[in-house]
């Protein structure tokens, strides 16, 4: 039931016959998750403030004369918190994760600490066999487990690796112990220091991925000057077009199959980084869908 006196809490705010799952092509599925995090604190209410900030998103694009409210997005609710360990909730993410691509629909995960990523990769990888994992990050999350779990937040990506293999782009810092396995095992790794204001490095990171792509957003790979409500917010990140101009050429030249944007961690009072993390999902979203019209 709409009425001017109801605002729907969905992403974009979308009017509600809009926004049915029979219908949806895509789905985002929040995931107020943050059972390991260490340091700054607040991821959980991430998703819910990145919708929140969705619905001032404005849904047609000038550049693209796309219009998001049309193109079947549907919401689901928020996924409740296992409060049985992080290992519990990976396994709920994958579970509800593949319940979405089951029903047809392209899951975008919004969460939520990075741990939640394996459950989301373990759920794509069982429909697309020859997945690999784009890690948009300052951290290569290579740790073998932090502070006692396997399943921590700085552990997201040796655990991915388990399932299928991956690159990394936007990194800043990592331990020792990282540093070892990353040349133990020659992960592919783009440092931000590297490739600050270039483009002649895409074609070498997409070498490194199969053709099926799955993208991981860690909102900390951006600069913290764009995006400062994340946990750690490392100096020498992405800037917005940087960002936007390399994924395009991503999503131009593999299917990018699904997505998640994961780590914001809002500022109470301080807007623009909850409507960023917004429009990035909404420029996801876009370029999924302008490259299954190619
Ligand atoms: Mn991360």
Redesign the pocket.
């Known amino acids: 039931m709409m009425s001017d006196d109801f605002v729907p809490f969905n992403f974009l705010g979308l009017p509600e016959e809009r926004t049915t799952p029979e219908r949806a092509k895509y789905s985002i599925v929040p995931v107020a998750y943050e059972g390991t995090v260490t340091y700054g604190t607040g991821t959980k209410h991430g998703p819910a403030a990145i919708i929140a900030a969705s619905r001032e998103v404005e849904t047609y694009d000038v550049r693209t004369g796309i219009e998001l409210a049309d193109l079947g997005i549907y919401t689901l609710p928020e996924v409740a918190a296992v409060a049985t360990g992080p290992e519990p909730m990976v396994a709920r993410v994958e579970e509800v994760i593949a319940g979405e691509l089951a029903a047809g629909r392209v899951a975008i995960m919004l969460g939520g600490e990075?741990s939640l990523t394996t459950g989301a990769v373990r759920a794509y990888h069982r429909k697309y066999p020859a997945l690999s994992v784009l890690?948009i990050?300052?951290?290569p999350?290579l740790r073998d487990s932090y502070q006692g779990s396997p399943y921590s937040?700085a552990s997201?990506?040796r655990r991915v690796r388990e399932v299928c293999p991956n690159v990394t782009v936007g990194a800043r810092n990592c331990s020792s112990e990282e540093k070892s396995y990353i040349d133990a095992e020659r992960v592919p790794i783009f440092w931000a220091r590297d490739i600050a204001g270039r483009d002649d490095w895409y074609d070498r990171c997409l070498d490194n991925l199969s053709d099926d792509v799955y993208l991981t957003f860690?909102l900390?790979g951006l600069d913290p000057s764009v995006m400062p409500a994340v946990g750690t917010p490392e100096p020498g990140g992405l800037g917005w077009y940087e960002t936007l101009n390399f994924l395009q050429y991503v999503f131009d030249h593999k299917k990018v199959v699904g997505a998640d944007v994961?780590?914001l961690a809002p500022i109470p009072g301080l807007l623009y980084p909850d409507f960023t993390a917004a429009q990035l999902t909404a420029s996801i979203i876009r370029m999924m869908h302008l490259a299954t019209k190619k």
């Open positions: 990075h890690q990050d300052a951290h999350d937040h997201a990506m860690d900390d994961v780590e």
